[in-house]
């Protein structure tokens, strides 16, 4: 059962029994985001590593690093970090974080002034430690505070809207960075996966070019010409233009389907989402008065397509989004990058730049309507400046904030302000600058820390202490303050909703006073002070607490209602932690594989006679056997264009162990005693094809391999103890 219930004998068993099922619901909802929160950093760090340790590697094989800096690297890197609580002489770290995620000025400030060198590791602290809470509104809200500081000062600062928000700006890395999380992740996954995959899934061609499809048409009619083909006899094959209206008519298709659902799933899009999009057409409106509503829904487009879907469509697979089961075909590949390209176009309101693509500028106007009206749509979202106020006054009554950092991760934020300090304040007076100077005269980061990967569990205080009972809001009127004492009670009685089935709004609060869960009591207390000089002010004072208690009824939905909702959202997240827990399986396999190679490469770098290199050693590693199905599923086999489909369930493939470092590949067909073909695999030409741009082996004939994911399959095969 949750902390915050409590008995509530007097009411009737059916309700006691609704309430204890929100109590456990609200229980569970809250230690599943916390859970998705952790999750989603663990695999944030995890990637980072993969990547890392990829691009070592590729070092490695072209002999630019040593294998002993490679060793270290991954090493450090597997091991997971110690975590300490945070000691006294932390105190001012404390102090300091507090500022920064109280104040988003400061980091918005921050984010402009640094390099883009300096960005990503600020950037990933903002994002997933300062306001790493993705699914807790306070730490939200803050977060998208300072994206709208930020996003301000960039507009402001731009001369023109040819560039805003189109290069690679700090800005731009940001929203990127932003759409990435968790959230949007799954409204794609929950609303577009299944059209994303019957298309990455194509067997079939959907290239519209004439030229390409000209080319596609030479090498199936067996013709060796070498020279490419021009426009001019493209257009003058029937059977390529054909072809091509075929498939220009299946992409429309496609692109409509794909309209469609984004057009019903509206209320899905996340709110962070669709706040910033509001805040991009309001900042540009502001900026540039002159400008067409057309222009402001394109830029609007322009961050929904660029930053957020199309990243998405044209990579579903890469380890970062994960919403595929397997890697896109060629083919799959090229439809998901004409379906992105087509949604680009039309949120642009423009003709297309490409010629092979003008004869679908009929079909791209008809959608401009539409596609309008679903950009305008997207921005009608409420403000939550008055929530993030209040928010901030519900913190003050926890008194247990924290945050968990890295000791590195510490340092670097405190570096960066010290560097850009003059550009983060006005004055010598700042809280900022009070912090820095106390920092600097009693702290060396250096003394008291060794591992940079430390992780810090930091409490969050404030250097100048304050409490709820003395917070000044700033309601310059009575209408202001009866608004947010609404906005106050309802945040209590949502957490402790059976109390409004007392008679008066004085003794709900008295017994939400008596709760459990210390923050609702402690908060009740507070209210109970800031909202009885309001009654005092009022001649009638009972007929105004009786309609301030039918006000906040009003605003709370039923138990019922609760119920519904916070199930809905237990199930959203529950799906959303699944696939957080399959990306960090397949992260972990991917890291562990490169650790595999790591023994390989040791053992290649070690004089032979070290090595048992005796047939009766490699006699042990046995003959694994894989179906055709496990390894095309897997991204192994990259191309099966030539392999009949009612034969590929038949064929099966050998892997074995020739000799060191050579691995034996060898295509059967069940029912035949003999191989169909086979090729013994070098281990340093898998090591060095995997980095090309197109990393196919074509050495068995009518299917292509992946070298990638076949060196992975390897390492996975035969680990080395």
Known sequence: MADNFIMIDSYPDEFNEEVTRYYEILSQLQRLKHDVSDKSKRNHYLNKWVQELDNKIGLLVNHRITLEELTNICTKQKEMPESVRADQQHQLYSNLFYLLQTSPGYIATLTRAASLEEIDALLETVMFSLYGNQYEEREEHLLLAMFHLALTREIQNAQDLGTLMRNNSAMTRMMTTYTRRP???????????????????????????????????????????????????ADADSEVQK??????????????????TMYTSLNKVPYGIRFLCKAIK??????????????TTIMVGGFFYLRFINPIITAPHAPSINILSKSPTIHGRRALTLLAKTLQTISNLATTREAYMKPLEPFLFTNHDAIKSFLSNLCQVPDFHQQLEMEAFLALSKRQLSLQLRWKEICNIHNLLMTYHEKLVGEETDKLTIILEELKARI?????????????????ESYWPDSPENCIFSLDNAENAYKFSILLLSKIFKAVPHCLMEKDLEKALMKARKSNNEEVAALTEVAIKKIHPLFENEENSEEFRSKMFIDVKADIPTIMELIEQNSDELVDLKIIYDDLVNVEQS??????????YLVQVRRAATPSNSIDNSQSHLSSMKTHKF????LYREGVISDVSEVPEKRRNNLYFLLSIEEAGVFKIAVHYEGRENEIISHNFHLEDLLEHQYLQNPVLSDLGFVNLNAKNLLLLIYRTFPIK
């Open 183 to 233: 959230p949007g992740k799954n409204y794609v996954k929950t609303f577009f996966s299944t059209q994303l995959e019957e298309l990455a899934t194509l067997e079939d061609s959907l290239e519209i070019n004439s030229i390409k499809v000209l080319e596609e048409l030479r090498n199936k009619r067996g013709d060796k010409t070498i020279r490419r083909g021009t426009q001019a006899e």
């Open 243 to 260: 072809i091509v209206k075929q498939r220009m008519k299946t992409l429309e298709n496609h692109i409509t389907r794909f309209l469609s």
């Open 282 to 295: 309001n900042l540009v409106g502001e900026r540039f008065p002159s400008i067409t509503s057309d222009t």
């Open 444 to 460: 060396n980061p250096q003394e008291f820390i060794v591992n940079p990967e430390t992780l810090i569990q930091l409490p969050l």
């Open 587 to 596: 992260l972990t396999e991917k890291f562990d594989a490169y650790d595999q």
């Open 627 to 630: 179906p055709f199905s496990q």
